[in-house]
């Protein structure tokens, strides 16, 4: 059977609870018509880039499963009637990604507070409070700098 990634966006308004109500929903529409759900991510509640049916955040779900391709259509159009779903797009993949979506991977980054090896940024040369003389500039022709301060 064909693999499958299903995401999903449901209204901001909306409780945990609910948005996993509608992800259940989903699933069972999958498997009582022949397939086989292999991965249910939520990914929260986030910010959109642009409005939505007067939402500025949405809760994100995403489905893996493989199934036949009335089973997406059927999902679809179920999906398409519910007025809690602001969003969705189905994939047809060659495999499914093991371990977490790189949705996933990212909020465990920003969780720890993982910036690299760059620091806080105030490590970088040129930035910051000192905005005197970097040494880095040539001496202005004419007067010298020591004239300027007598």
């Keep these: 059977m064909p693999l499958y990634e299903h995401v999903?966006?449901?209204?901001?308004?909306l409780a945990q609870a609910q948005v996993d109500a509608l992800a259940e929903t989903a699933t069972k529409i999958i498997e009582?018509?022949?397939?086989k759900v292999a991965k249910t991510e939520t990914?929260?509640?986030?910010?959109l880039a642009y409005r939505i049916a007067k939402n500025r955040k949405a809760h994100y779900v995403m489905l893996d499963f493989d199934a036949p391709a009335p089973v997406v259509a059927e999902l679809?159009?179920?999906t398409q009637i519910n007025e809690d779903v602001i969003?969705?797009?189905t994939l047809r993949v060659d495999a499914h990604e093991q371990g977490p979506s790189a949705m996933?991977?990212?909020n465990e980054r920003s969780e720890r507070g993982d910036r690299g090896d760059r620091g806080d940024r105030g490590d970088r040369p040129g930035r910051?409070?000192?905005?005197?003389?970097r040494g880095d500039r040539p001496e202005r022709?004419?007067?010298s700098r020591d004239e300027f301060e007598a």
């Design 8 to 13: 999903f966006l449901a209204r901001q308004d």
């Design 32 to 35: 009582d018509n022949g397939g």
């Design 43 to 47: 990914w929260g509640l986030r910010s």
């Design 76 to 78: 679809e159009r179920q």
């Design 87 to 89: 969003r969705y797009m």
């Design 104 to 106: 996933m991977r990212r």
């Design 128 to 133: 910051g409070g000192d905005r005197g003389d």
């Design 141 to 143: 022709s004419g007067r």
